[in-house]
């Protein structure tokens, strides 16, 4: 009953534990002396996201981001490419915008004296179907998918065992095997994110 109460708390005091960057699991084990709490792992997940957008944004572009898609979601979101071009409608492309890609070509129509937003929807079916930048007069206009990479770091304790010497009882000593632990440290693949974007510049 005791020991019950001991395992008790220490399950409560583990749930006010927090971590910014890994995630901690943990083994709890009852034995002679008590509780003891072993850190069994610790993973953080990491990503090329911020890169990737930075890239994006160089040289003067700026960027509409739409809704996330991951794999699981992968024919669900460039089936609304494929439909957009085979429509020849940008609708079901600018679907995964809300109302952000909208507001934005509204207001390049609103700057410009030679484009309409009509216009410039259909500069965004033409990037779609070409895969590639599109240039009108001053503009250029981009639409597309980004592709982020995923990866979990892994930091584990591994047993590890290696010849060593052993003192005998009356002295001299002969070859034994010791063993120890030692820290791994590894990075495992996650399926990857992907994100709509439209960007634009004038030249």
Not at 26 to 33: H, N, P, Q, R, V
Not at 51 to 56: F, G, H, Y
């Amino acid at each position: 009953m005791k020991n019950s109460k001991l395992l008790g708390l220490a399950l409560a005091s583990l749930s006010t534990l927090t971590c910014a960057s890994f995630a901690m699991t943990t083994d709890i084990k009852l034995g002679d002396k008590g509780i003891q709490v072993v850190q069994a792992q610790a993973a953080a997940e990491s990503t090329n996201r911020s890169q990737v957008r930075s890239n994006l944004q160089q040289n003067g572009w700026d960027v509409v981001w739409g809704h996330n898609f991951t794999e699981g979601d992968w024919v669900e979101g460039t089936g609304a490419i494929a439909t957009s071009v085979a429509s020849e409608s940008p609708g079901p492309f600018m679907k995964w915008f809300d109302y952000k890609l909208e507001q934005n070509l509204q207001k390049l129509a609103r700057n410009s004296t030679q484009l309409t937003t009509s216009r410039l929807k259909s500069i965004v079916l033409q990037s779609l179907k070409s895969k590639r930048i599109v240039q009108n007069d001053q503009l250029q206009l981009q639409a597309g998918f980004v592709t982020y990479k995923r990866w979990k770091r892994v930091v584990y304790s591994e047993p590890h065992t290696y010849k060593c010497k052993q003192r005998l009882p009356f002295g001299g000593w002969t070859w034994s095997v010791c063993s120890t632990t030692k820290t791994v440290d590894k990075s495992v693949p996650l399926p990857n994110w992907h994100q709509f974007y439209v960007r634009y510049r004038l030249r």
